[in-house]
């Protein structure tokens, strides 16, 4: 812990000594900033009495191949509509002896698998997986949910090596493979995926990311590099798959332009980052540049990271990209973009237009500006691996917090993990040492999924760590600010046609995947687009959080649908969950 203290120190005298460094503009009265409540971030690990006792398993005796190090992600959901988010954790699964160098000489029983863990409402969860019917034969990686046929109930996808199933949502606590009746054919190593509506037609669409053409009986490598890495293996193309509205999907992966690419893929997230109300895809890549494929509006897709300065690290160098997050860290109404890595991490400050649909197609979008060094960022995660993360306010002082999980790259390294609290004005101070023991517990974390589980207004965690035993992190924070949590419920519903964005009758996803919402409150305009999956391999709770600070009341809630409609609430309350319905 001392190491990480100094290094964050020596850090901040640099940058403080550095002439001539760019650093970023200080909040403007246009960046509607206002005094924040400063309170300490805590967490406690509520795993032991929390009923959830997952354990993950990479396949093997000995970590020795590059499936095996990916780790695995997982997702907060409400799959029973009971108002509380359950979990599911994926898992890998038993290596058979052609698929690594290490096979275990003893089976476990039972063999691994994927968990649904129920939430109870008291803290409690109960493992329910064998009565959901959710039993995916496969070596698992990653999760997205999405209520895909707009039944009110969230569907599951889980991906992995050699496999992708679909499983549909029955609406009594059970769910079915539908995966050959929806038409979603995938070969080869699916890993991150995500949903959203790209055709704004009021159905989710859903991407698919691959990472590499894996071979585990190619061995050629150097003894310190513990097994083969991601540019020993040819890469891959991702995958479109567009919603036809009746419960099957058609392959667009060509007709879209999104297969033209190869890439090594590791997160992908999606969102309108130019702000022109079409939700775009950024892709993040293991050694080679990420990809931020921009929406075209009509059903195509063009690559555009490179011209926007998303492609690359802050040195122009192609990292280990891991998860991607979007979200507005300066409330001017734009989407900025943190990403984890293997070295340095990315915060990168959009310099897009401040409000949706606002900006002229024949205008430019400037794209990004890497500004993770002056904020205080890359100094103090130089020295970790960095995976799963989350973007939140957690401390609910209206100032948005970053929580990143470490783990070892190709050994089985543990290490602590990391809390930056927010100081306004794009700055970070780590405050991992007061956190709580949790932060300082080492683990070799991968995946990490964020939900305000116990419906108190703190967003909680849980982590996946490799080949060991899960931990839930429960936000245990005092004397926070005010907050609310917005629910969506989109117009379309289960046998609805698809409709066109704008258009008299236009409706929206069931989930509202692709709405921004702007909560006004206390002089400060907060802005957020709910997404599917965020950060690494995993998806958090649908439910959109926002912190207010001292701000007592909403003044304003605007949500700007995917269907065109424009929906503003005045005077709400705060320290609640709202559901908010599209209107008619």
């Known amino acids: 812990m001392m190491i990480r203290s100094l290094l964050f120190f020596i850090g901040a005298v640099s940058l403080a000594a550095a002439p001539g460094l760019a650093m970023p503009p200080a909040q403007s009265p246009s960046d509607n900033s206002q005094p924040a409540i400063h309170t300490t971030i805590r967490f406690e690990d509520a795993t032991a009495q929390s009923g959830i ?94 209520d895909y046929d707009n039944d009110g109930y ?8 050699g496999k992708v199933v679909l499983y549909h949502n029955n609406g009594n606590g059970t769910f079915t493979d539908v995966t050959a009746k929806a038409g979603i054919k995938v070969n080869g190593w699916a890993i991150s995926s995500t949903w959203l509506d790209y055709d704004k037609d009021g159905c989710v669409d859903l991407f698919i990311g691959r990472y590499v053409k894996f071979d585990p009986k190619y061995r050629a ?70 990809l931020l494929f921009h929406n075209e509006h009509n059903g195509t897709f063009k690559e555009i990271a490179n011209e926007t300065a998303a492609a690359y690290g802050q040195d122009g160098e192609a990292t280990s990209s891991m998860g991607p997050v979007a979200a507005d860290f300066w409330n001017r109404g734009v989407l900025d973009l943190w990403v984890t890595d293997g070295s340095y991490n990315r915060f990168l400050r959009n310099l897009g237009a401040p409000q949706p649909g606002s900006r002229d197609p024949k205008t430019d979008w400037k794209g990004f500006e890497d500004v993770t060094a002056p904020a205080g960022i890359s100094q103090t995660d130089a020295q970790y691996v960095s995976w799963g993360s989350g973007v939140y306010d957690f401390n609910n002082d209206g100032l948005l917090d970053i929580l990143v999980f470490h783990g070892g790259l190709i050994h089985m390294i543990p290490m602590e993990h990391t809390l930056f609290q927010g100081l306004g004005g794009g700055k970070f101070a780590d405050v991992s040492e007061q956190a709580g023991q949790v932060l300082n517990t080492r683990t070799v974390a991968r995946g990490a999924c964020f939900a305000d589980y116990d419906n108190d207004g703190k967003v909680d965690a849980y982590a996946v760590n490799l080949g060991a035993e899960g931990t839930l992190l429960h936000n245990v924070s005092t004397n926070t600010g005010h907050w609310v949590e917005i629910r969506l419920v989109g117009g379309m519903r289960a046998g609805d046609k698809p409709t066109s964005p704008g258009a008299p009758g236009a409706r929206s996803n069931r989930d509202g995947i692709g709405a921004r919402i702007e909560v006004y409150a206390g002089g400060t305009r907060r802005t957020a687009e709910r997404v599917a999956s965020s950060g690494y391999l995993s998806e958090n709770d649908g439910r959109v959080h926002f912190g207010l600070g001292a ?33 008619k």
């Open 53 to 146: 006792h997952f354990v993950h398993s990479f396949g093997s005796a000995k970590l020795s191949s590059l499936l095996e190090g990916t780790g695995a992600g997982c997702l907060w959901f409400d799959y029973n509509n009971s108002g509380r988010e359950s979990l599911f954790v994926v898992n890998g699964s038993t290596l058979a002896h052609d698929m690594t160098p290490n096979p275990l000489k003893v089976k476990p029983s039972p063999p691994p698998h994927a968990h649904l863990y129920r939430n109870d409402g008291n803290g409690h969860f109960t493992d329910v997986t064998a009565e959901s019917g959710i039993d995916p034969d496969m070596y698992g990686i990653a999760v997205t949910a999405a």
């Open 551 to 583: 701000a007592a009341v909403v003044d304003k809630l605007i949500v700007r649908w995917p269907s065109g409609a424009v929906q503003t609430l005045t005077d709400q309350p705060v320290d609640r969950v709202l559901t908010v319905e599209e209107p």
């Open 154 to 161: 969230e569907d599951l996808l889980v991906t992995g090596y």
């Open 221 to 290: 490598y150097y003894a310190a590099d513990n097994y083969p890495g991601p540019l020993d293996y040819a890469g891959e193309t991702n995958m479109l798959f567009h919603n036809n509205c009746d419960g099957t999907f058609t392959d667009v992966s060509d007709k879209s332009g999104i297969s033209a690419y190869i890439g090594r893929t590791m997160g992908v997230t999606a969102a309108d980052f130019d702000n022109d109300g079409w939700d775009d895809i950024y892709v993040t890549n293991d050694s080679v540049q990420n």
